[in-house]
């Protein structure tokens, strides 16, 4: 008789769950449909952006992803904005506000560049 209450607590639990779960599923991906954040990668032993070029539109969010295991930075060369310190395995956002071409680069690592457009 345990067995079948613990089974039917179990399935219970499940039924919850497997409600709940679309639903908290369908509102995460509306949440990123609608703000559409976009990942750039900090990657490889030769410490790259990529994708190098992104293209967002007005309003929208990148997120830098440090791969590597050594720090890093995405720092506009105009010095307008900066993520500050990236640490391995870490990741900083920035979110785009005017419309225009952003060049980038990561003051720790001069020859890693990148570029962010955005338009309307």
């Known amino acids: 008789m345990h067995l079948r209450f613990t089974g039917f607590a179990l399935a219970a639990f499940l039924g919850v769950s497997l409600l709940a779960g679309p639903v908290a599923a369908k509102s995460l991906v509306g949440h990123t449909a609608t703000k559409s954040a976009h ?14 070029t992104i293209t967002i539109k007005k309003g929208q ?7 590597t295991t050594v720090a ?3 720092t506009q060369l105009k010095g307008k904005w900066n993520t500050g310190t990236i640490n391995p ?9 005017k419309v225009g ?3 980038y680069h990561c003051i720790f690592h001069a020859f ?3 570029k962010v457009k955005v338009v309307k």
């Open 101 to 103: 071409l952003f060049k």
């Open 89 to 97: 395995g870490k990741k900083a956002s920035h979110k785009f506000t």
């Open 39 to 52: 990942v750039v990668k900090i990657v490889g032993s030769n410490f790259t952006f990529s994708p190098k």
């Open 72 to 74: 890093h930075t995405a």
């Open 61 to 67: 969010t990148v997120t830098w992803v440090n791969k």
């Open 112 to 114: 890693m560049h990148g």
